[in-house]
């Protein structure tokens, strides 16, 4: 079992930026795909990016050069950073866990973040 918890949602300006953190517990961190989700209202869930265990990443196209994946398997947490905030970026975000071997799978209940003046 792997339970995830994300922090660092909130409201930010247009242009801002904003640290997602999920804490991951319960398992060995560094055998586990992580990625960033996000659900816009009324829209389904999508993928925002992904980083391997060993470190390699991928982003949706709508967030290259903007967002960052990065994670420390010494503390068991992987980050997104987020940078030029948009509008249509706001999302509850959530964190996945996919195991590399197994694909077992664990989500995070989410963070809301909300991009507005």
């Known amino acids: 079992q792997v339970q995830l918890v994300e922090s660092g949602g909130g409201l930010v300006q247009p242009g801002g930026s904003l640290r997602l953190s999920c804490a991951a517990s319960g398992s060995i961190f560094s055998m586990y795909a992580m990625g960033w989700y996000r659900q816009a209202p009324g829209k389904q869930r999508e993928l925002v990016g992904d980083?391997?265990?060993?470190?390699?990443?991928n982003y949706a196209d709508s967030v290259k050069g903007r967002f960052t994946i990065s994670r420390d398997n010494a503390k068991n947490a992987v980050y997104l950073q987020m940078n030029s905030l948009k509008p249509e970026d706001t999302a509850v975000y959530y964190c996945?866990?996919?195991?590399?071997?197994?694909?077992?799978?664990?989500w995070g209940k989410g963070t809301l973040v909300t991009v507005s003046s």
């Open positions: 980083i391997t265990g060993g470190g390699s990443t």
């Open positions: 996945k866990a996919v195991h590399e071997r197994r694909l077992t799978t664990y």
